[in-house]
């Protein structure tokens, strides 16, 4: 972690420099060469007749060498099918840790959940996305995971960038191109924005006749041009996933485990190593 610290404050020193921290360039090259195998393959057995608007690559327009098509081709294919399985991958397994960590640590909202869970899907039913109409304190509790978590801490910006009525074009600042990280914490703890900030509250996302409410500054998956691509696809992988492990087990502590609040930030912000104990139902 201290070589990747120092590489994100001196990217520049750090690129010349050996250490575990290249390791990731390498891997990096090897999950690239592995997707860029996969898209070409796919590209040559697509069957035309077949209905092919639901495959991301097959929307890569047809180009001759040089001809530009607004950064949406071959080249940049590769990194966006990376960007949308790792980092979904990722975010969705990270913010099921914290789900299970504040669920044992808070068991009146696990309890609370579990008997959502039951009135509506039942232990044995699979659940549906079509369910989280019917089940509105497990969509806040989950919509306060991912706040209370703050998984992704931070999200970047390029270019042109408006904060407030202030236009700052970075090239003025910094090197053109350089990437600004806003930190999303300043938003999802705003006291001005949250009864109670620092502390895990799914109230946060429901009325005073229990129905679930969407919020303003509720946006851990950032906002505007920089959006997280992912988003519905993690809202929807979030709930079935939560919705079938807490209808199938009740989840506590291991004997003497103490499970920690504190996370370990990173391009992600993870829990520390934990035991738990999974009961059936």
Known sequence: MFYFQLYEAFPVIMKHLPGPHNDIFSNYKLLQDFVKEVVVKHKAE??????TAIYFTSSIPDQKPHETTDGFDEENIVPCVLDLFLAGT?????????GLIYLITYPEVQEKVQEEIDRVTGRSKE?????KANMPYTEAVIHEILRFGEIVPMNGLNQWCNLSQ???FLFYCFNQGTAILPILHSVLFDENEWETPYEFNPGHFLDKEGKFVRRDAFMPFSA???VCLGEQL?????FLF????????????????KLSLDGVIGVTRTPHPFKIHATAR
Request: aromatic fraction near 10%; charged fraction near 30%; charge should be negative.
């Open 46 to 51: 697509l069957d035309p007749s077949e209905n």
């Open 90 to 98: 990722e975010t969705t397994s990270t913010a099921l840790c914290w």
């Open 127 to 131: 659940p549906r996305i079509a369910d």
């Open 166 to 168: 202030y236009e700052i």
């Open 224 to 226: 505007g041009k920089r």
């Open 234 to 238: 993690a809202r929807m992988e979030l």
């Open 242 to 257: 939560f919705v079938s492990l807490l209808g199938k087990f009740r989840f506590s502590a291991a004997e003497g485990e």
